[in-house]
């Protein structure tokens, strides 16, 4: 008697970036620094009621957030990292094995894995030559069985955006009637003035949904919490379908407390965008092909390479990302640890 779904056994697995002793970690797109005092304050206060359950329905962080969105609590939902919002966005929009997600390729490597989670099958839409999801490729895959479509932006791994004016032609394409989920995981890194804000375009299109977290430039990565904004009755959807009590009680406080200081938070991503542009300069001058990037890594697709670069990068100490077939995501840190990995990036054999 077969007691598991079967196809589970091809289910592919969400690799986690490597964490080796002695090595830099430049695998996984952690800020290098940890959370401001105070924020690690709320957090151990909010552990001493750890006893406790934490408000099911997020409430102070949901009024927070729609305070800083301009927007009702109504169309705001909070989840246990954006993550866990893709999972919840399937379940609201796929019911049967026919239905269908669509999405570039590549891109987040859990859209796969939530997409079969929920029973629905992937179309994946193959990046352009540029590294830039192939929007007008996409819109032509939508069916009548489309549910739904992630568009990353900036695009992991390749950290390349998508423009207000490609988006809003992708939304008229795709028509109302398919929620277009615009993952904007990186969004307070973004500084170029064409890249879309999902903010700008969510009231007038009713299924857009834009996802973004509190795990990168507000340095919670390890406390999990993520928000969609929508229209009322997807964001009420989305809070249906949430794992009771999935955001804990130190995350909600940790969230509220960074955004206590979001100011000085969000001033530390400028010295990320100097770097990752003396980065990419530096790895394209010793012939590394590397597209321009609005995120805090940089994508080299070094193809069959892939994998033997992040073995050099690992020999000299630097932890990176592999995609094998693909490239190698690295995440942009401090001067010291990109040092490092330009040194190693510098004597891999070309």
Request: hydrophobic fraction near 45%.
């Amino acid at each position: 008697m077969t007691l598991i779904r079967a196809d589970l056994d091809a289910l592919p697995a969400y690799v986690p970036g490597r964490a080796v002793p002695g090595a830099v970690k430049l695998a996984s797109n952690e800020v290098p620094l940890p959370p401001p005092a105070s924020v690690l304050a709320a957090v151990a206060e909010a552990a001493s009621g750890g006893n406790r359950y934490p408000d099911l329905a997020v409430v102070a962080l949901t009024d927070r957030l729609a305070g800083l969105l301009e927007l009702p609590s109504e169309r705001i939902a909070v989840g246990c990292g954006s993550v866990s919002l893709c999972q919840q966005l399937v379940n609201i929009t796929c019911l049967v094995p026919d239905d269908e997600v669509v999405f570039a390729w590549r891109s987040f490597e859990a859209y796969p894995i939530v997409t079969q989670i929920g029973g629905a099958r992937a179309r994946m839409i193959p990046l352009t030559d540029d590294f830039r999801h192939d929007l007008d490729a996409m819109a032509a895959a939508v069916t009548p069985a489309t549910k739904l479509v992630f568009v990353c932006s900036p695009n992991n791994p390749t950290g390349t955006v998508v423009t207000r004016a490609e988006l809003e032609r992708f939304l008229a394409a795709v028509g109302p009637d398919v929620i277009v989920a615009l993952d904007e995981a990186y969004y307070e890194y973004v500084d170029d003035p064409e890249a879309v804000d999902g903010r700008d375009l969510v009231d007038a299109y009713p299924n857009l949904v834009v996802l973004r977290t509190f795990s990168k430039a507000y340095r919670l990565a390890g406390l999990r919490v993520g928000y969609a904004f929508a229209a009322p009755e997807v964001a009420t959807a989305l809070r249906k379908v949430c794992s009771p009590f999935s955001v804990s009680v130190v995350a909600q406080a940790g969230a509220m407390a960074a955004l206590d200081v979001r100011d000085e938070l969000l001033a530390s991503c400028a010295d990320v965008r100097r770097e990752r542009v003396r980065v990419r300069d530096a790895l394209v001058a010793m012939g590394h092909t590397v597209p321009p990037t609005q995120a805090n890594f940089v994508w080299l697709p070094l193809a069959d390479r892939s994998a033997e670069f992040a073995t050099h990068c690992l020999e000299h100490k630097v932890v990176v990302r592999p995609f094998q077939g693909d490239g190698v995501r690295v995440t942009v840190s401090t001067p010291e640890e990109n040092d490092l990995l330009l040194a190693a990036a510098a004597s891999f054999p070309r």
